[in-house]
Nanobody, 122 residues
């Protein structure tokens, strides 16, 4: 069974930083694109960032460009999301996702974690 487990969420003040981690098992991590999505209260789940399996190309949602950085460690089967300059509107449940095709759309990712809560206070 494929499993993705997020960690690192919590409460942080505006302007602060957090690093989320997603550890995976049951898949060929190095052959999967990895992504982070988030869902704010009362809203649809939105794209945050992704990283390509072959060249480690990265992609970011407009709202997080310049503030968030996605990276992967194939030796640890882990993807990270470094979040800096956090804003209250970043408050959401953050989900890790894995898939072999695509880098931008929720439908491209076959496997999902359960999410980790990030709360940014003003």
């Amino acid at each position: 069974q494929v499993q993705l487990v997020e960690s690192g969420g919590g409460l942080v003040q505006a302007g602060g930083s957090l690093r989320l981690s997603c550890t995976t098992s049951g898949l060929t991590f190095s052959s999967n694109n990895m992504a982070w999505f988030r869902r704010a209260p009362g809203k649809e789940r939105d794209f945050v960032a992704s990283i390509n399996w072959a060249f480690a190309n990265t992609y970011y949602g407009d709202s997080v460009k310049g503030r968030f950085t996605i990276s992967r460690d194939n030796a640890k089967n882990t993807v990270y999301l470094q979040m800096n300059s956090l804003k209250p509107e970043d408050t959401a449940v953050y989900y890790c996702a894995a898939g072999r095709y695509g880098t931008l759309y929720e439908r491209d990712f076959a496997y999902w974690g359960q999410g980790t809560q990030v709360t940014v206070s003003s």
